[in-house]
């Protein structure tokens, strides 16, 4: 299995109301962070044969005296909307055991991640050993939907990547990368789907190590893909400047004025890597209306 929302499992349908789910999920993941506990005095004085891996245990007996999660975790929210177009506002939950040295991915980047996902009975339903690759937008288009649920990419971004070291066996290696936990009500997750083990409706938890990543332009037109999620709620698929019925992401020509978006912009590489940055790029405005020639069809009239 992968962390991606295109399994193969049984959904529930219709889908029970939103809010109401939300209300049974916050209760659930109150109750398990006022409870639980992640072994942070490793982190903070990492014995020599530590393997810096989040281990979330009961707060209870010889563990009654630590840290509840509910102390330490950053909330974060995210808004998305029922099945009456009402938005309804989601907390994530996070924390960053080791922050990384390197830099923070967008949501729409590729990440090369070891990740498990664990629901709060503590049933592993899914995992990698060795490092993946995701693609976090995935491409309806093209029938490969395999981008991560909502909530994991609301959270990459607060962690940074590590520094590539070499190769293990043919498994690349890393250190001093982000390492972090984030627990997702099942709204950001998988929602009225069912996984091996575990049932709709569930809270989900997701430990991962953030290795390294790479900024995406998914439909090569040199904006970075992060940068035409217009509104930025990460929903890229609802941002169609055109409404040609192509997202912005993967539209080669997002305003529909005939001249590609890559002609519309002027981009210099600043730093010399071959890589666009939104830093890099001039946004060319030739009506001089507030608004940039490649998101506007009335450039070519302009010009003319």
Not at 43 to 70: C, H, M, Q, R, S
Not at 281 to 303: K, M, Q, R, S, T
């Amino acid at each position: 299995m992968s962390c991606n929302n295109n399994d193969d499992d049984v959904s529930i349908t219709p889908p029970r109301d939103l809010t109401e789910v939300l209300l049974e999920d916050e209760e659930a993941m109150q109750a398990y962070l006022e409870t639980h506990f992640y072994n942070y005095e490793d982190f903070e004085n990492p014995p020599a044969d530590f393997d810096y891996k989040i281990v979330l245990d009961t707060i209870e007996g010889a563990n009654a005296d630590k840290i509840a999660l509910i102390d330490q975790v950053t909330t974060k929210t995210v808004t998305i909307k029922d099945a009456d177009d009402q938005e309804v506002d989601h907390n994530l939950y996070y924390l960053i055991a080791r922050e990384g040295i390197g830099h923070n991915p967008h949501s729409a980047d590729s990440v090369f991640v070891r990740y498990t996902g664990t629901s709060l009975t503590n049933v592993d339903f899914d995992h990698t050993v060795t490092p993946v690759w995701f693609d976090q937008i995935g491409n309806p288009y093209y029938g490969n939907s395999t981008g991560v649920v909502l909530g994991f990419k609301m959270f990459t971004p607060e962690l940074k990547t590590g520094t590539y070291v070499g190769l293990d066996n043919g498994v690349p290696e890393y250190e001093d990368y982000g390492i972090g936990m984030v627990l997702m009500p099942s709204g950001l997750a998988y929602f009225n789907t069912a996984l091996t083990g575990v049932a709709a409706y569930s809270p989900l938890i997701f430990r991962i190590d953030m290795l390294a990543s790479v900024e995406s332009d998914h439909d090569g037109d040199k904006i970075p893909s992060y940068y035409e999620d217009q509104d930025g709620d990460a929903f890229f698929y609802n941002v169609d400047t055109d409404e040609n019925g192509i997202a912005d992401i993967y539209d080669v020509d997002d305003d529909g004025d005939g001249t590609l978006t890559k002609d519309e912009i002027e981009w210099t590489d600043l730093n010399g890597d071959g890589r666009i940055s939104v830093d890099e790029i001039n946004f060319l405005d030739y009506n001089n209306d507030g608004v940039p020639d490649y998101l506007d069809p009335d450039y070519p009239e302009a010009e003319e």
